[in-house]
């Protein structure tokens, strides 16, 4: 009996160690909308966005232990993935397209360059299952992950209990992502009155006002709509965008606009990755042909930009680099969870 007693207080007092802390709000910049994440059952706490901090970082989310999710999106390039044009993934795998940048999901309702996901909770399960990617499953991952005492601890502190679940594993790395807001670049403090555009910014600023608000609006840069901005389709791709999750043949060659802050550190540009420099883009916005079928109406007004206007243009589009965000130790490898889970 007293063993029984003396068993008991002990789970309790454990139990008590393992207090959840309040929600977490995410921070909302002066002047921003409001945020679009909606989830009745993925109440953020600190805890779980410390564990998909973790999760994000875990070579152990593919088949071979040697990818994690930062392999393709690096927090020193704001989350995108430069090394290749196109993503590598397990063994080397090339895939389709550009590992898109990873920063104020909150604000977007669709993922990938195609709009294949529509919940953020579920976003990381497409590269997860992908055969080119991380080519696992979420059981195997379940199975991995519950035989290391450190998540089974994590979790507790977390939950209230140490079960670890595909559903959550998925909606801890959500949160995590959704702490992952850029608004912190010379663009955001010169609209606080805390600094000035140079005159050529400013210049510059007044083109980009002209020439691309449209599709990349302020103040986060995108739209995050579908818009066939003229590319010619790789021949070996054969990438049809947004028409592969549709089948509306309208919808072909449609893409998701990407968020024009931080372009400084998401090179190389576009869904495949095709240019390198901004000046690549500028020249193949000036250059496009206006006649192409289904070009989006935003692009059929010819671009007549000079030499000096694409400077202008592109001194203003540095100002948009957050280098706070991207130099942000919070979203780095968390070092006090055992190295051994990291590909050495």
């Known amino acids: ?30 002047g921003w909308p ?34 994690s999710c930062a392999s393709c999106h690096s927090s020193y390039n704001a989350f995108a993935h430069t090394d290749h044009a196109l993503s590598h993934g397990i063994h080397d795998a090339i895939g389709n397209r550009n590992a898109p940048a990873l920063f104020n999901l909150a604000w977007q309702t669709s993922f990938m360059w195609d709009g294949a996901i529509h919940h953020l ?26 035989q290391d005492k450190n998540y ?11 079960m670890i679940t595909g559903e959550r594993i998925l909606k801890c790395i959500a949160q995590f992502t959704l702490t992952l807001i850029s608004s912190d670049a010379k663009y955001d403090l010169v609209k606080k009155g805390m600094q000035q555009f140079t005159p050529q910014e400013q210049r510059g600023y007044r083109l980009y006002k002209t020439h691309c608000a449209s599709c990349h609006t302020e103040p986060l840069f995108s739209s995050y709509t579908f818009k066939n901005n003229g590319l010619q389709p790789d021949p070996i791709l054969n990438d049809l965008g ?37 000046r690549d883009v500028l ?22 930009l000079s030499p000096d206007q694409k400077v202008e243009l592109i001194s203003f589009l540095l100002t948009l680099s957050d280098k706070k965000f991207v130099f942000n130790t919070d979203y780095t490898y968390p070092k006090e969870f055992p190295y051994s889970y990291m590909n050495k």
């Open 283 to 304: 020249d193949h916005y000036t250059g496009l042909n206006r006649d192409l079928p289904h070009l989006s109406k935003e692009l059929k007004p010819p671009l007549n």
């Open 34 to 67: 409001k945020p679009l994440y909606r989830s009745k059952d993925n109440t953020l706490t600190e805890e779980r966005i410390e564990i998909g901090r973790i999760l994000f970082y875990d070579n152990r989310l593919s088949q071979n232990n040697m990818i």
């Open 1 to 30: 009996m007293m063993k029984t007693l003396l068993a008991l207080l002990l789970l309790i007092i454990v139990m008590l160690s393992f207090t959840i802390k309040g929600p977490f709000t995410i921070p909302v910049p002066e």
């Open 242 to 278: 947004h028409f592969r999750i549709t089948q509306n043949p309208a919808d072909s060659f449609l893409f998701k606009v990407p968020s024009l802050r931080n372009l400084e550190y998401t090179y190389p540009y576009m869904h495949d990755g095709r240019f390198k420099r901004i």
């Open 121 to 146: 909770d579920a976003q990381a399960l497409s590269p997860i299952t992908h055969p080119k990617e991380m080519n696992e499953t979420l059981e195997h991952i379940v199975i991995k992950l519950r």
């Open 152 to 162: 089974r601890i994590k979790f507790m502190n977390a939950y209230g209990d140490s």
